[in-house]
């Protein structure tokens, strides 16, 4: 790639730090000069955490989303004022050759930067639905890449370019891992005793309306009988009153709050439960499983409906708006792909068939070409 020193602005949540990281490791490992600029609640975990992977970061204020709330506009102009000058003042004594934004106005301060010194700005969204913040950035983008085919391309400024969700290092490694191999490994792990020939089920996104999850689905895991077997991620917090709602499940299953080993999950499940954020989405298509999607009904212009669309129109899911999804709701889905089989082999062809493999590689081939 021509741009040998690159910043990486990257900050808000996880669904923007870590695609953006997997793109600094990327770039680090052909030898380019690459930071990332972090924003957020999270800002300073995620800068230890890309220290640990040798990404070094800058840390700017918090600034919450503008909103109609006169006092969080205050705080976000706040925090704009001062992540721009601290931005700036790090470009003027170290001045990049391009700056990769992931979306987010947590990520203004950065493009206002780089305009005003006439850097070149390259663009990414997670989600099928572009994003406010990346609508207004694209005035003065090169291109906006997507990690799904955009349902409103038309509303950018700028070329439109869809080059797959770049994936954490460690998940594309294995998204080839057989399920004998993930459930073995999982049971080394965590000293349990699941069996690779039986139908599991892998739940997640407790985080985003605990009671969808952490509620429902073991009510009606319980319904759906004993010949499964359940891998449960339940949030933060949410872990004992989860295990409370499997007291009358007979199925085998582990419950914990969360694992850095999705590797291991997503490889021993047959179907997944879960929301549809853009790396969710990405994850469940690169290895290749048949799910459930529940949109989160609060994401910003639902935007998650969207992903689910995507996914569900190319064969690999079912998806039920979160009002519906029921105990017998669920209960029916988890009867229904238990017991066929052949339904689950056609869509995890289908999820393997939408997914964007070496999407980090390919927004950076991308890139050079401008």
């Known amino acids: 790639m021509k741009y040998d020193r690159v910043y990486i602005s990257c900050g808000g949540t996880g669904g923007h730090f870590y695609p953006g990281l997997s793109i600094a490791v990327e770039l680090a490992e052909k030898q380019k000069d690459v930071s990332l600029l972090l924003s957020g609640v999270n800002s300073e975990k995620q800068s230890l955490e890309a220290g640990k992977k040798g990404i070094s970061a800058l840390v700017l204020p918090r600034m919450p989303s503008p909103g109609k709330n006169p006092w969080r506009a205050i705080l976000f102009l706040l925090g704009l004022a001062g992540g721009f000058f601290k931005v700036l003042n790090r470009f003027l004594h170290k001045r990049p050759d391009c700056i990769i934004i992931m979306g987010s106005f947590a990520s203004a301060p950065a493009y206002l930067a780089a305009v005003l010194l006439k850097i070149p700005v390259f663009l990414h969204d997670g989600n099928a639905r572009i994003g406010k913040a990346n609508r207004f950035m694209s005035r003065k983008a090169r291109f906006l890449a997507t990690a799904f085919p955009a349902v409103n391309a038309g509303s950018c400024r700028c070329k439109v370019f869809c080059t797959g969700m770049p994936v954490r290092r460690e998940l594309e490694s294995r998204r080839t891992i057989s ?7 999982l049971n080394r792990q965590f000293g349990t005793s699941f069996r690779s020939d039986l139908f599991t089920i892998l739940i997640f996104g407790g985080s985003q309306g605990a009671a969808t999850f952490n509620r429902t689905l073991p009510q009606a895991a319980a319904e759906a009988g004993n010949d499964l077997q359940i891998l449960h991620l339940t949030g933060r917090g949410k872990l004992e009153e989860t295990r409370s709602f499997y007291e009358k499940c007979t199925a085998p299953s582990l419950v914990i709050e969360s694992s850095p080993l999705m590797e291991l999950f997503l490889g021993s499940a047959d179907a997944v439960f879960c929301r549809s954020g853009g790396s969710s989405v990405a994850e469940l298509a690169l290895f ?83």
């Open 179 to 185: 399920k004998d191999e993930a459930i073995a490994e």
């Open 288 to 370: 290749g499983k048949s799910a459930v999607l529940i949109p989160y009904p609060y994401a910003a212009e639902k935007h998650q409906n969207d992903n689910a669309e995507f996914y569900k129109n190319a064969g690999a899911a079912d998806m039920v708006e979160d009002k519906d999804f029921t105990v017998r709701k669920a209960a029916e889905l988890i009867r229904q792909l238990k017991n066929d089989p052949e339904l689950n082999r056609q869509r995890s062809d289908a999820a393997l068939k939408a997914a964007f493999p070496g999407a980090a590689a390919e927004l950076l081939r991308k890139i050079a070409e401008y």
